[in-house]
């Protein structure tokens, strides 16, 4: 121990060292099993060796203790590996491996999902090459598969850990030591103070957030704690996601299996997850320096879908080729549909078209070029006009929404009025933009619209079989679709499309689960 004690001694799992036999070099290393316990496997560029501990200049790493290691590891790998010529051969190997382990333990409603949860897997393994991490997120039904997806993930994937009643500073603690995947089960954080805990870490998706706290034991900048809080995270739910949380993830809806599938316990899978996963830690070590997202653009219109989305990209266009990458595009698009679709059903969509309604009715007086107020009350009756007695939103509501979208509330003398009214003030440039964003028409389009002459409905064996089509695709993301988005599919008007479903149904191939929603049958 003498040695030890000249040098300070780190822990680590893994990270980049430097070569002090060759100046200026550095080696990959990463925690890896061997048939006598835990060591480092190392990679100098051209061959693969074993190391118990790494001396550097100024402290040694040893491995974290054994009791601590609580991941499934990958296996020793010595000399050369994989010979350099077959490198682009192996990948592929390894992203069919992997697709297929995925296959084979889970029965997942959309084919493009097995492409990627296994383009997933492979960014885990270069989530710190990566800039933001898009979260899959399992819901359905109890017993639909969830937490078998997230049982799957940790077979495969990068320092996987699964989270059991932890407490956020584990949590923080986890990432700041080993940045895992964090593999996340709701029904373990039913407890609404962990859940708290854990709401700032699931936030942040990127490597420059970080979860802050106050140390009211300290002074000066020691009260300033600041803990990294990015690493690659799945989560499994019966529950939604909440909106805060809804546009970091990529929802997977589970239903009940279709077909059979292997157990992810028996020894041949978890033997096969072993060789899957020191094949993916021989990928990383391999390609670490060719890998970034830096320059990648999907030209997606959704900024959020496309930072989402590059990773998981970036992932199939390496290791599995264009074909593979255009499917996480398709993907991507319909999620990108399915978010614009959940922004025009918005109650902030209902609080704007309610503005304009107010203006076009008159009942907005002008303070200003360009500019109108309204009392908020007004706009409540006017929000509320169509709403069930149950769905009706509150003056706190609706306050929360106005300044989420940007319009300045006043008090303010309106009409006859003989004392100030508190108001909301109409921009013409915020209305406009809004107006695009959610689509809405003025009334005299609106009318102009509906005076045109219906189409007329023509129901042919070609267009009935393209609705079948069309809903066939548009179904995929949820497992049903609207009329509406049927249509938009199929590239048919509203009202073909209807006779076309009402046809389907007859037959007994489509149904109704709920008004206006359509499912295979």
């Known amino acids: 121990m003498a040695e030890f004690e000249k040098k300070k001694v780190v822990r680590k799992a893994g990270g980049i060292a430097y070569d002090l036999t060759k100046p200026g070099k550095t080696y990959i290393y990463e925690l890896a099993r061997a048939e006598d316990g835990i060591c480092f496997c190392c990679f100098d560029g051209e061959r693969f060796f074993r190391l118990d501990k790494i001396e550097q200049f100024d402290h040694i790493i040893l491995p974290p203790p054994e009791e601590k290691v609580t991941w499934s590891l990958p296996l020793l790998i010595e000399g050369r590996g994989n010979p350099p010529d077959s490198h682009p051969m192996f990948a592929r190997q390894v992203w069919d491996g992997v697709y297929n382990f995925i296959y084979d333990h889970l029965d997942l409603s959309d084919e493009r999902f097995y492409t ?90 990127r490597p420059d957030m970080y979860v802050e706290r106050k140390n009211p034991k300290a002074s000066g900048w020691e009260q300033l704690e600041v803990d990294p809080a990015f690493c690659f995270k799945a989560i499994a739910s019966r529950k939604a996601p909440s909106t805060n949380l809804a546009d970091r993830c990529v929802e997977i ?76 595009i398709e993907l991507a698009k319909d999620v990108e549909k399915t978010f614009e679709r959940e922004r025009e059903e918005s109650e902030e969509k209902d609080v704007v078209e309610a503005l304009c309604l107010l203006l076009e009715e008159g009942k907005a007086e002008q303070k200003g070029e360009g500019k109108w107020i309204v009392p908020s009350s007004v706009l409540l009756d006017k929000v509320n006009e169509a709403r069930h007695e149950t769905m009706k939103m509150t ?31 109409v921009s013409k440039r915020i209305l406009e933009h809004y107006m695009k964003l959610f689509n809405i028409k003025q009334q005299e389009e609106a009318k102009e619209s509906q005076n045109q002459p219906a189409p007329q409905v023509t129901l042919t064996k070609e267009n009935v079989e393209r609705v079948f089509e069309a809903l066939a695709n548009a179904s995929k993301l949820r497992g049903s679709a609207t009329t509406e988005e049927i249509a938009m599919e199929a590239k048919l008007p509203v009202e073909v499309v209807k006779a076309c479903l009402e046809a389907l149904q007859r037959e007994g191939r489509v149904y109704q689960p709920f008004p206006d929603w359509w499912k295979m049958g």
Not at 192 to 197: A, D, V
Not at 258 to 279: F, M, N, W
Not at 395 to 408: W, Y
């Open 116 to 205: 990627y949860l296994t383009a997933w897997v492979f960014a885990s393994w270069f989530q710190d090459k990566l800039s933001a991490s898009p979260y899959p997120y399992f819901t359905g039904l109890k017993r639909t598969g969830k937490t078998r997806a997230l049982e799957v993930l940790k077979a495969l994937c990068f320092r996987a850990k699964g989270l059991a009643g932890v407490t956020g500073a584990a949590i923080r603690t986890n990432i700041r030591l080993l940045r895992p995947t964090l593999l996340i089960d709701e029904a373990d954080f039913e407890d609404e103070e962990k859940r708290g805990e854990l709401f700032s870490v699931l936030l942040s998706y």
């Open 395 to 425: 003056a706190k509501q609706q306050a929360q929404i106005l300044d989420r979208l940007g319009f300045e509330r006043v008090s303010s003398r309106f009409g006859e009025s003989k004392r100030p009214l508190k108001c909301v003030v």
């Open 253 to 328: 809806h589970m239903f009940y299996r279709s077909r059979p599938v292997k157990r992810i316990r028996s020894k041949a899978s978890q033997a096969l997850a072993d060789k899957l996963r020191t094949e993916l830690m021989e990928i990383r070590m391999r390609f670490y320096d060719k890998i970034s997202d830096s320059e990648v653009v999907l030209g997606l219109s959704d900024d959020r879908v496309e930072e989402l989305f590059i990773p998981p990209y970036l992932m199939a266009k390496t290791f599995a080729g264009e074909a593979e990458a255009q499917k996480i």
